[in-house]
């Protein structure tokens, strides 16, 4: 069964700080993972889906890039509206395995 | 496009009492997820429908869950009798079809406070 672990829990930056998110799982293969938003109150929004490893996508701030064992997440100039929780996520035979998440908070 | 709809929002029950969910997916989406979400952790998935059919409901508690979709289209999610321990966000989400490359889209959840 696929494990999912997202580091760090938290992480607070200042406006403008780049850094980046982890998301590393135990089962390697082809499936898809996925990155989500979750904002206080409110259901995953979703962002980006990557499939095979070295691929990259970008939207807005946030590029997500793949390899064989983990994804990351990075964020470059964020700004405070930025701020939320950040999830990933395995499928494997359509079932979904999520990790716990990053709370990003920016700081103006 | 309209998102996946769920109902109610927010719901307080004591403990022992029954409650339940309600969640239209995405129009055309045949398959339906339920999870449970508490409060720190990741969504852990309940129930995931294809259609009418039960695809997986190993992690879904059957002594007190049971979830069922009629027609294909809207569901059900019930909890009888509640715990403590039930007090989560119950988030419904649907995709298109069964696939491990098929992004899954969220409702707004529904918050349980069980007393």
């Known amino acids: 069964e696929d494990q999912v672990t997202q580091s760090p829990e938290a992480l607070r930056l200042q406006e403008g700080e780049s850094s980046s998110l982890n998301c590393s799982y135990t089962?390697?293969?082809?499936?898809?993972l996925f990155w989500y938003r979750q904002d206080p109150g409110k259901g995953p929004e979703f962002l980006f889906t990557?499939?095979?490893a070295g691929e990259e996508k970008e939207k807005e701030r946030l590029k997500a890039t793949l390899t064989k064992k983990e994804s990351f997440l990075h964020i470059t100039a964020p700004k405070p509206e930025d701020s939320a929780t950040y999830l990933c996520a395995r499928l494997n035979a359509g079932k979904s395995t999520f990790g716990d998440g990053t709370t990003l908070t920016v700081k103006p | 496009e309209a998102g996946v709809a769920q109902s109610p929002r927010y719901k307080i029950i004591e403990k022992r009492q029954s409650v339940a969910f309600w969640c239209n997916p995405i129009s055309g989406h045949a398959t339906l997820y339920w999870y449970q979400q508490i409060l720190g952790q990741g969504p852990k998935l309940l129930i995931q429908f294809q259609n009418n059919g039960v695809v997986d409901d190993s992690q879904l508690p059957k002594d007190r869950f049971s979830a069922e979709r009629l027609k294909g289209v809207d569901s059900t999610l019930k909890i009888q009798p509640a715990k403590l321990e039930d007090s989560a966000v119950y988030l419904c989400?649907?995709?298109?079809?069964?696939?491990?490359?098929?992004?899954?889209?969220f409702g707004p959840g529904t918050r349980l406070l069980v007393l």
């Open positions: 089962v390697s293969g082809l499936r898809g």
């Open positions: 990557l499939y095979s």
């Open positions: 989400a649907s995709s298109l079809r069964l696939s491990d490359q098929e992004t899954q889209y």
